[in-house]
């Protein structure tokens, strides 16, 4: 098909072995293959990954987990799984939050399982320097599914749980629209806040079903929804180590063969659609132009000095000048139609 770039997990590409040792050893064989073909073919890895969620021994958890052992076993496995996309020249490595979550907190000390949850990102990051992966550590923000309450729950909290750990330098974000529709905000808002903090990634750009409540991992079919998507990713800088994966399944009753092939085609013409409509916005510049007008007072001497004085200065002003603002349009429906003019 022509796609630049394939990502993967340890789970999707080994058998399970009978411990430790086995997995990685069937990790380290199936990687060789793949570094051969890689040679023959233009196909990058994007990122790689370790999947710490579906094995029981993860069921309370990989970092997270009340007993040490998972978490030391968790910990050897991302070694392995940082080795194998480094010796694949990805671009990414991702941490996906799994089961880093609760199901009660009854039986759930959250603040010993944030420690720890800290200390694994801190020694994948360690890791990472000290053989040299020149790609970026993302996080999957995600709100529920598979426990009850993960930790990783949107953009906001990872970044505030990146402060916490001095990590927000080190670590960014890979979106996923399904997730932030389950975190019940749009995929733009996740991607603008993202720009917004520094810690933008990379995305999934598989979307979520907005009746279901559950992680329903659809191809993307929403032109307009994209454009809005990539316009985020765009004024963002575009991608630097990310890119655009579908971490998508068919629909079950999907059964046919040519269905899979037609779901990443449609989906992969729905992002270059949604792409260029996104770039033809920013070149065109109205959009900007009408946020930029809305913001203008900002930009004068007195908004400037506004974010440098005080609650008693301001009153005084306030009282001198008589300043009595009056509402103004925020142009909702002007900019909504605008933006279908690009589509
Ligand atoms: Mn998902």
Redesign the pocket.
């Known amino acids: 098909m022509g796609a630049p770039f394939f990502c993967f997990h340890d789970a999707d590409v080994r058998p399970e072995g009978q411990n430790f040792a086995e997995n990685t050893r069937n990790l380290e064989e199936i990687v060789e293959y793949f570094a051969a073909k890689m040679e023959s073919c233009d196909t990058k890895l994007l990122w790689g990954t370790a999947n710490l969620f579906s094995h029981r021994r993860f069921m309370s958890g990989a970092a997270t987990n009340p007993d040490p052992e998972v978490f030391a076993f968790s910990a050897a496995t991302i070694k392995t799984c940082m080795d194998a996309t480094h010796r694949l020249g990805g671009q990414n490595y991702v941490l996906w939050g799994g089961r880093e979550g609760y199901e009660t907190l009854l039986n759930t000390d959250m603040g010993r399982e944030r420690q720890q949850a800290g200390r694994m990102l801190k020694m994948a990051v360690e890791y990472k320097h000290k053989i040299g992966f020149k790609g970026a550590i993302l996080i999957e923000p995600?709100p529920q599914?598979p426990t009850k309450h993960q930790y990783d729950y949107d953009v906001a909290t990872v970044y505030g749980f990146l402060k916490d750990f001095g990590l927000e330098g080190e670590v960014q974000v890979n979106i996923?629209q399904?997730?932030a529709i389950?975190a019940g905000h749009s995929f733009e808002h996740e991607l603008a806040l993202a720009r917004a903090l520094g810690i933008f990634g990379s995305i999934?750009m598989?979307r979520?079903d907005y009746q279901s409540g559950w992680?329903?991992?659809q191809f993307p079919s929403n032109v307009p929804e994209t454009a809005l998507a990539y316009y985020e990713v765009l004024k963002a800088g575009g991608f630097i180590t990310g890119g655009t994966n579908f971490?998508a399944k068919l629909r079950r009753q999907s059964l046919d063969a040519e269905d899979l092939i037609l779901g990443h085609v449609g989906a992969m013409d729905v992002c270059a659609a949604g792409l260029k409509a996104a770039a033809k916005m920013l070149d065109d510049g109205k959009l900007e132009a009408e946020r930029d007008a809305r913001y203008a007072g900002w930009d004068t001497p007195e908004g400037k000095a506004l974010m440098h004085s005080d609650l008693e200065s301001i009153m005084t002003q306030v009282t001198a000048q008589d300043i009595n603002p009056e509402p103004k349009s925020g142009r909702q429906e002007r900019l909504e139609n605008l933006v279908n003019r690009y589509l």
């Open positions: 995600k599914e996923e399904g997730h389950l999934d598989n979520n992680d329903t991992d971490d």
